[in-house]
């Protein structure tokens, strides 16, 4: 089984930042492939970022791109999401989420949540206008 637990959320003005860290147990963390998800109230969850196992394959919904980095070190069982030039828009609970793929390479990562077998409890993210 695989432990995640997301850290860094809170409240931040329109165009500042936060990092989100997202620590897993449980399992060789390098085997696992890791997403961020964030669900707004009365909204479907909906994907964010996501990483491959090495960190070769990247993927970011387009709404994030160029502003949101997702990042992982295998050495400390830990995976990043740095969030700059935040909307009011962003605000949503963030989710920490990961899947052991049935194999070996570097591929790039799912992007649909049914995909993923393991989930944090999530963090808040709020963006003051």
């Known amino acids: 089984q695989v432990q995640l637990v997301e850290s860094g959320g809170g409240l931040v003005q329109a165009g500042g930042s936060l990092r989100l860290s997202c620590a897993a147990s449980?399992?060789?963390?390098?085997?696992?492939?890791m997403g961020w998800f964030r669900q707004a109230p009365g909204k479907e969850r909906e994907i964010v970022a996501a990483i491959s196992r090495r960190g070769g394959n990247i993927y970011y919904v387009d709404s994030v791109k160029g502003r949101f980095t997702i990042s992982r070190d295998n050495a400390k069982n830990t995976g990043y999401l740095q969030m700059n030039g935040l909307k009011p828009e962003d605000t949503a609970v963030y989710y920490c989420a990961a899947y052991e793929p049935n194999y070996s390479g570097d591929y790039v990562p799912a992007n649909q949540a049914h995909q993923y077998d393991y989930w944090g409890q999530g963090t808040q993210v709020t963006v003051s206008s």
């Open positions: 449980g399992r060789t963390f390098s085997r696992l492939v």
